[in-house]
């Protein structure tokens, strides 16, 4: 959504979503597994909401991140996850079981990327 002054409107992250979108891929992959088809409109949903978590996340990370020093530990993980979610995003495929899966595998790295930084950046209690 743009706004007046032509700037983009920026939407929350909203992580219980992300993740609950996450789960709901994987119940479909258990059903999947179990030859119980999903519903295809369903998936179609499913698909959309995960690209659309998938972008916020791929925008959350590269702010939460940017500062990392190239030759830290972690430096290569969140690269890999960035390009990973970059090619997801530029090109999404159809919502099939096996692209459902990998929108929400894509999530779920760069959920776990944004909840380590947020423990890291989280000020210590002292006992």
């Known amino acids: 959504m743009t706004e007046p002054n032509g700037a983009r409107e ?20 258990t059903q999947a597994q179990q030859h119980r088809p999903p519903d295809d ?16 996340l791929l925008t959350a990370a590269a702010a939460e991140y940017e500062a990392l020093p190239p030759g830290a530990r972690l430096r ?11 090619s997801l995003l530029a090109r999404p495929g159809p919502a099939t079981v096996a692209n459902v899966l990998v929108l929400a595998g894509a999530c779920r ?4 990327l944004h909840l380590a930084r947020q423990t890291v950046a989280a000020p210590r209690r002292s006992s």
Request: aromatic share 0%; charged share 20%.
């Open 10 to 29: 920026t939407l929350p992250l909203d992580v219980v979503a992300a993740d609950a979108a996450v789960r709901r891929a994987d119940e479909i992959a």
């Open 41 to 56: 409109q369903a998936l179609a949903l499913l698909a959309e909401e995960l690209i659309g978590h998938l972008m916020l």
């Open 76 to 86: 290569p993980v969140v690269d890999g996850a960035a390009r990973a979610a970059g």
């Open 109 to 112: 790295l760069l959920l776990v």
